[in-house]
């Protein structure tokens, strides 16, 4: 007896094939990668390429060692797939060893010690992100970058907080990095001085300390500013130089201002093309997104936390490709819609947290890896009542 | 949960939007229904030279055949209870021959050489002026849907069933796609279809009746339509968007009544008569006194020149049937499904014989094997689920045969649709697991019934052993009782012997033989 699965043809209903899926999720990668490559830096293209041909090449010789076959399994994409969401998450500046080792632990820890395809409980670009950053800390947050075709040094801390550079005088950490030294920053400084000069900073808040640069046209005109007005700043703790409103303007700043924002915007593209395309649903992105929204939210408006305003926090880091492409991998997320909805808001939680009060600049990987933890837990808890079981009878 | 609230409300939104019952789950398919009647009429094919009629009832069970070897039959005449022979001529064989079954097995078949004439059909019995359960019993009508359920005993258990029958629901969705044996049925037959209707429903007490029907098939549509301005019934006629799998019994309740049923609950069981269009009006033949002897069949396929829907007679054979099509298809290079593209089943052997369930024959070059992939885990299958099941989750269960966790997965629910392979990027024969699944279960109930059955057996017995043991001990102990009161009048009566001996002085003799030696074993 022949399977039924063979006449999806035959009825002539084009079923989608995992190799076809994986397709898609790449496809919608390249702009991000293109966007990447040509505003940041174009290394990229070389650490995508070195990875997938590593990866390739580590998983045929592991699929030998477990005697599977090799090319359908080569074939289905799942391995270029997650190379390339690695190579996309490590600096560009990594050296290629290191991308390789991680490839090594990728394919080797994160996929064929449970079993391949789809047995693995982590995602496994994430577990290689993971042993990376523990392991070579220092290359893993080194975000030295190349723009314009010149190696530029990571430039110094800021002193002087809203003295924010054009991006192309910046030239090394990614926002995220640069939001990390001007909290501390901030927190050595306004420590010693008691508040002293209340209100002075509400009632102009573009002109202070930062002429030059906080009143760009790029930044004044946005409707970001609109929106960081809006936002209420705490109706008892504004001390004397208010650091959660400035840290609030050099977060926008700093994130609006980088061409960062323009890779998180093609990375937002592609998943919007992912969900059109059905490939994804928009419970985890949705998830992801509205809870790392809500927290940024809710701290700034009770205005003790120095936050990034709203627009800035989505766009930083690797909140979106994270919520579209890392933690929409089926496999290692919950299945069920609840459950997605749940992981996806645990991921939100776990990237603002670890992104807020933890020494890593960004949470996402380790965010995503904590709620894989949870996804037998969720879809245990939310597996959908089957209405038509036993249990109901009369 | 919210969201799923929100989901919900959307839904009850676009279904009130859309003014039709949207269905759970499911696909829309590319609707092709090749080989319907062009000019209003269905081919027929002639008699083949022999007829086999397996001896097997819907649940596959055994039936004692009530003819023998050599004997003539008569078109309509009783072969075995619940089976009636198509044609008449003589019985030349009851043997083994393939039948229609995945696996191409072999089941006690009559096999019934037909007469030279015996194409001449008339009514063999007398019309009778409102249908009953024993009409439809004689004439062998049995459902022409998926189950082929034995309509009489349907009907009877209806009825039977304390509550009254409400709804009878007129099943005209042929929601798999590549059949229209249905559809050519009401295009040429729309006006005996609502004499059958109303027929039924006399006969059923029933208060309303829908006809459910594929929002696409026009001219079906119309020419029911029609038939119901020259003869108005208090009937609706439903229009469905067409998804696979509408036509599903519990699916189509689910979605024309919003009642959900349970595992192993009938439609009955909430007062709604479900019957294929097709079953109908065969119900309505029987009234007439014509037995059920043949169905429509639809023959489509990539390896079918002309698709064509024809009339065959139960006991034709699939080649049969190929071969006065003008098809000749084998087994190497093609497969041959019956029962739809989707939950059928390729057959094993191209000399099964037709029966009440064979809707389609469909051939197509064989395929090549494709390797599945393991689960990625993307829930599509969840998705299109038309029970509201997780086939992914229920596939670890059946695959590892723990039937309690499959049960509690709902393997019951599951309709076998296919839905779930269908959209599996990873292949996964999830249906054909999941048949298996409840294949082993059935088995295992059965087996269990036996070991109850056994249990049962052991126990009486036990206790039937108990009984006499007890019996006896019973008997022993009134035995003794006697004994020991024997006894003591023995010794008595040696008592006195001996006193009076010693009376007369008459020593050396001692009659002591007669005491109890041994307790009185009985
Ligand atoms: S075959 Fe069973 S599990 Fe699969 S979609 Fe149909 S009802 Fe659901
Ligand atoms: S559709 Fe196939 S791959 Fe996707 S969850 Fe279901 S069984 Fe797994």
Redo the contacts between chains.
Sequence with gaps: ?????????????G????R??MGHVMLALVPGTIVYATLIDYRIILNVLVAIIAALCVEAVLLRLRQR?IL??LC?G?IVLAAWLLALCVPPSLPAWQLIAGIVVMTGLGKHLY?????NPFNPAMVAYAVLIVSFPVTMTDWQINVNGSEAAYDNAPTQLPQLPEWDAITGATPLDRLRQARSIIHRRTAPEAPTQPGQLASEPDTRKAPGHATTPLAEGSPLHALRKDMPEGPAAIPITNPMAEYSRFADAAIMRSPWKWVSLAWLAGGIYLLFAGIITW?IPASVLLTVAVLYLACGSVGTVPTIPLIPALLSGALMIGAFFIATD??S?A????GK?IYGAGIGVFTFVIREYSVYPEGVAFAVLLMNICVPLL?YL???A?????A??? | MPAETVMKLLHHWWTARRDEPVMRGGLTLPRHKPGLPVNGEIATLVMPDRLVLPLLDYHGRRLLPVVSVGQRVDYGESLAPGLIASASGSVIAIEPRPVMHPSGRSELCVVIRPDENGTVESAVHEAVPELTEQRLATCGVTGLGGAGFDTASKVHKATQHGEQLDTLLINAVECEPMISCDESLMMCHATEIIDAIASLMTMTHCKRCVIAIENDKHAAIAALRQALDLRPLALTLQPLAPVYPAGAERQLVERITGQLLFAGERPTHRGILCINVATALAARQSQLGFPMTSRIVTLAGRSVDEPVNVRVRFGTSVAEVLRQTGNKPSLASHQVRTGGPLSGFDLASLEAPVTATTNSIIVQPVQPTVEPLPCIRCDRCSDVCPAGLLPQQLLWYARAEDLAGSRRFGLDSCIECGCCDLVCPSGISLTQTFRHARDSQREQRHRDQLADAAELRFHKREDRLAQRQAARERRRQDARAKLIGDSDAIGDALARARRRRQRHERPGQSGDHATPSHDGDS
């Design positions: 007896m022949s399977t039924t699965a063979l006449n999806a043809g035959v009825v002539g209903y079923r989608r094939s995992v076809g899926i076959a359908p399994l289905d799942s079993g391949g395809l789809g047995q419970h089926p496999v997320a299945t069920s819609n609840t909805l879809d939310f597996t959908r089957v209405p038509t079981s036993d109901g009878r009369k």
